[in-house]
């Protein structure tokens, strides 16, 4: 069974920063595209960032050169590193591994920033 836990959200004030962490658990992490998601209130989940197993990143126009999505598998862990953040980037912010057509969400984790 795969678990996706995040953790690190938090209200910070514009131009702070903040890191997530999704820890997975019950394999595939080293196998998987892990992506970020965020959903605001009465708005549909959009993509933020991924990686790929090899290590590939891409990023949504509007976090790029803001926000860093890295990999330590060994700790099979996804990190969201957002620097510089806007109060746009508020919503629940949500871990999401992709292997051969299963995707698996965690429960996701608040992120509030404030002007």
């Known amino acids: 069974q795969v678990q996706l836990v995040e953790s690190g959200g938090g209200s910070v004030q514009a131009g702070g920063s903040l890191r997530l962490s999704c820890v997975v658990s019950g394999g595939l992490f080293g196998l998987s595209v892990m992506g970020w998601y965020r959903q605001a209130p009465g708005k549909q989940r959009e993509w933020v960032a991924e990686?790929?197993?090899?290590?590939?990143?891409n990023y949504a126009d509007s976090v790029k050169g803001r926000f860093t999505i890295s990999r330590d598998n060994v700790r099979n862990t996804v990190y969201l590193q957002m620097n510089n953040l806007k109060p746009e980037d508020t919503a629940d912010y949500y871990c999401?591994?992709?292997?051969?057509?299963?995707?698996?969400w965690g429960k996701g984790t608040l992120v509030t920033v404030s002007s």
């Open positions: 990686v790929t197993n090899s290590g590939t990143t």
């Open positions: 999401r591994l992709f292997f051969v057509g299963v995707t698996y």
